[in-house]
Structure formats: structure tokens, C-alpha cells
């Protein structure tokens, strides 16, 4: 069973940069053929897709995103870690690390961390 424990800043000032930590129990990182997500929800909207890392550390930006968005991994940890730079107060969301066997799959949730983009 996999479990995913995201971690972070509560709160975030306009044009920083904002990192979160997305630790996963019940199996390394680099274990085939996972793909682990980072996913967020802004208030009052639906789930946004950020990107991925692949178990073999290949990982894919939304193009929206893609610009400001770096997914890493600490295969030491067995951390995944998203870094959002130059946020804006539109980045408010509860951010999410899920985790599938594939492209679009989410088998896996994190509980979500609320990160909010104030002065």
C-alpha cells in the first residue's frame, strides 16, 4: 500500500518561490512503472494537473505551467519534490501528490496542503 505525505509552506509571498515535499511510504521512488503526480485544486475550482516524475526520473510539465515548474526527486528520502517559482495569489490552491501506474492514472492521494499566495 502506498502512502503519500506532502509536506510545505502554509503560506507564500507574491513572486517567491514555493516548494513542496511529497514523502511516499510502502515502496522506493524509483520502483516500476509508478508516476507520481502533483495535482492542485484552487478555491471554488476544479483539479489542475501540474506535471509528473517518472520512476526512471523522466518527468512532464503541464504547458501552461511548464515555464515556472520543476519536479525533482530524492530517491535517498523517497521524496518528490514540486518547485513553483514566481507564484502569483492565483497559485492558492490545496496542492496534491498522487501516484499511478500510468499516464493519467491517480491511484494514490496525498491528503492535500493548502498553500496560499499572499502579501
Known amino acids: 500500500q502506498v502512502q503519500l505525505q506532502e509536506s510545505g509552506p502554509g503560506l507564500v509571498k507574491p513572486s517567491q518561490k514555493l516548494s513542496l515535499s511529497c514523502t511516499v511510504s510502502g515502496g522506493p521512488i524509483t520502483i516500476a512503472y509508478y508516476y507520481y503526480n502533483w495535482i492542485r485544486q484552487p478555491p471554488g475550482k476544479g483539479l489542475e494537473w501540474i506535471g509528473y516524475i517518472r520512476y526512471s526520473g523522466d518527468t512532464y510539465y503541464s504547458p501552461s505551467l511548464k515555464s515556472r515548474t520543476s519536479i525533482y526527486r530524492d530517491t535517498s528520502k523517497n521524496q518528490v519534490t514540486l518547485q513553483l517559482n514566481s507564484v502569483t495569489p492565483e497559485d492558492t490552491a490545496v496542492y496534491y501528490c498522487?501516484?499511478?501506474?500510468?499516464?493519467?492514472?491517480?491511484?494514490?492521494w496525498g491528503q492535500g496542503t493548502q498553500v496560499t499566495v499572499s502579501s
Open positions: 498522487a501516484v499511478g501506474g500510468g499516464v493519467c492514472e491517480y491511484d494514490y
